[in-house]
């Protein structure tokens, strides 16, 4: 093995986060990873398990930051750290400021039973842990107990990506960061019968 598992996976998550799945040819591959088709199909299979691979990665990363802010005190000023660090970058990591699974989703139809199923698992995955952070923040009286709960983290989940979209375009990082401050204004407003 030329690298640790954990080092193919980076450089193909970034591949995939860049040019999308159909996008990134097996060439794109064999030259991020540094290995030769053989070698890539003996550890992977295909590249659809490569992206199985990526996106379940993606998934258990984003699982792991959006849990301490479930596990904050306070946790709606975690959130608003975590959308800060995810949304505002360097110019060189523009790309990741576009979430991968909503890039996937507009290739689902490109993609195998398995990279499918691995994109819709995380995206119900990320909405467990937005409606955590719902639940925590109605705890602690950070929103009120009138808030519903479902409804709000399927609220809280569209802001985040439509953050993503909106940072992705976006060069004033003032901007973004208003956008951030105004979605975590209107959760704690109340909701529509």
Same mark, same amino acid.
């Given at each position: 093995m030329k690298y640790a598992e954990s080092e193919v996976i980076e450089k193909a998550t970034t591949l995939f986060w860049q040019k999308g799945f159909q996008a990134? %040819?097996?060439r794109d591959i064999q030259q991020a990873l540094d290995m030769r088709p053989g070698s890539i199909?003996?550890?992977f299979k295909s590249k659809e398990g490569l992206f199985q691979l990526v996106v379940e990665k993606y998934v258990t990363n984003s699982q792991e930051k959006l849990s301490i802010v479930i596990n904050a005190d306070c946790p709606?000023?975690?959130l608003r750290a975590f959308f800060v660090s995810?949304? =505002?970058n360097p110019e060189e990591m523009r790309f990741q400021r576009q979430c991968l699974l909503i890039k996937s =989703?507009?290739?689902l139809e490109m993609l195998g039973?398995? %990279?499918k199923q691995s994109v819709l698992d995380g995206m119900s995955t990320l909405k467990a842990c937005f409606k955590s952070i719902v639940e925590k923040a109605v705890q602690t009286n950070s929103l009120?107990?009138?808030t519903p709960v479902d409804k709000a983290a399927d609220w809280l989940q569209n802001q985040f990506v439509g953050l993503r979209t909106f940072a992705l375009m976006q060069s004033d990082d003032h901007a973004i960061e208003t956008m951030i401050d105004k979605v975590l204004i209107d959760l704690k407003t109340s909701w529509p019968e």
């Open positions: 990134a %040819g097996m199909y003996a550890r709606l000023d975690a995810e949304l =505002i =989703i507009t290739e039973e398995n %990279g009120p107990t009138s």
